[in-house]
């Protein structure tokens, strides 16, 4: 029996049987393309991935600084004079008292004589108006002078006491002068550097040596003003030889320049080193290390983060299904190494760290290996 055809002008027509050859080779071919499309399934992708957890999202930053005396003074005369003989140089170590130099005393002498002749001429001319004034107060009670010679004589008496008195002082000063002409350290230290050498004309107040007082060691760095505002208040500095990590020790902040380097425009920071190994010596170069604050969040690797709509995203792990999808967040601070999450991830997420650029929403996954 023939079978019935609709055509598009409304009328019949006889629809013609197929071979049976051509119905079985047609089947065959089906059958082959389904086979192909079940092989062409591609397997789950393998990724490296981390799981999520809540932690601190503070950064460690280090810099590089030296090492100096807490206390360094610079040792000078008080008085000018040609310098004869300085006994130190640098790198010697001082002790309290010792003498540093010393100017040519000659005129520092002379001064002094001078000084205790005046005392000696000022001390007769008060024997002489105390005298006069003795008799010129016993000649007034028995009325044989006047009370104008009496005040003379009383007024002679204290000019010549005022007159012992600047004597005496200027016996001091000349004495002290001379007393000056040795440079004495006025603590334990180490001499770090020298101002004049003997033979030359040293000023009053012209350094001739610097000494590193032994009462202390600073790490100093120049910190830029970033960094000095999110800092902690008062951070514990871990601090080591930049040659030899091993060596290091701790400190606190101790000083902060209040106005910037007008070129490098960072901050001269002092750090108080706490029981300064040895090896520290001044001027050795060290790292400073201080962690910065932070508030709880999470951080991935800097290697999972991608981009989706022009915003930051990652690609989550569903742990049922184990396909992964894209989800955006927002960085609260880069870094090299991790990415700090301020909003879009939550501790237990897993997000794909290796392998970010070749996923795509929905694709089934195989998880190589899972870290915290």
């Not at 789950?44 to 003074?73: F, K």
């Not at 080591?240 to 070129?263: C, F, H, M, N």
Request: net charge neutral; glycine share 8%; hydrophobic share 40%.
């Amino acid at each position: 029996m023939n079978e019935i055809s609709r055509l598009p002008s409304g009328s019949f027509r006889p629809a013609t049987r197929l071979p049976a050859g051509i119905v079985l080779a047609l089947a065959l071919l089906g059958a082959g393309c389904s086979d192909n499309q079940e092989a062409a399934k591609p397997d789950p992708r393998p990724v490296r991935t981390v799981t999520v957890e809540q932690g601190h999202n503070g950064d460690t930053v280090s810099l590089t600084g030296d090492v100096q005396a807490e206390d360094e003074v610079s040792l000078a005369f008080r008085v000018s004079g040609r310098m004869i003989e300085r006994l130190v140089n640098v790198g010697d170590t001082v002790k309290a008292g010792q003498v540093i130099g010393r100017l040519d005393p000659q005129n520092a002498q002379n001064s002094l004589r001078s000084a205790q002749a005046a005392i000696s001429a000022a001390e007769g001319r008060l024997v002489q108006a105390q005298n006069h004034f003795d008799r010129q107060q016993r000649l007034l009670s028995s009325g044989f002078t006047t009370r104008a010679n009496f005040d003379d004589a009383q007024q002679g008496l204290r000019s010549a006491t005022a007159a012992l008195d600047d004597a005496a002082a200027q016996l001091k000063i000349a004495q002290d002068n001379l007393g000056y002409t040795e440079l004495l350290a006025d603590a334990p230290g180490v001499v770090t550097g020298r101002g004049a050498e003997p033979g030359e004309v040293a000023q009053a107040g012209q350094m001739i040596v610097q000494l590193a007082r032994k009462d202390g060691r600073d790490a100093v760095f120049d910190v830029p003003a970033s960094l000095l505002r999110a800092a902690p208040a008062d951070p514990v500095v871990t601090v080591s030889l930049t040659d030899d990590p091993s060596v290091k020790t701790t400190g606190r902040v101790r000083e902060v320049s209040p106005q910037a380097d007008p070129v490098t425009r960072t901050f001269r920071v002092r750090v108080g080193l706490d029981n300064p190994p040895a090896a520290m010596r001044l001027g050795a170069s060290v790292a400073g290390r201080v962690e910065l604050e932070g508030s709880a969040g999470i951080s991935v690797p800097a290697s999972a983060l991608t981009a989706v709509n022009d915003r930051p995203a990652v690609w989550v792990v569903d742990p049922k299904a184990n396909t992964v999808a894209l989800r955006n967040v927002e960085i609260a601070r880069f870094n090299p190494a991790t990415v700090s999450i301020a909003s879009g991830l939550a501790p237990g997420d897993v997000v794909v760290t290796a392998g970010v650029q070749a996923l795509h929403p929905g694709q089934a996954v195989r998880l190589l290996g899972a870290g915290s």
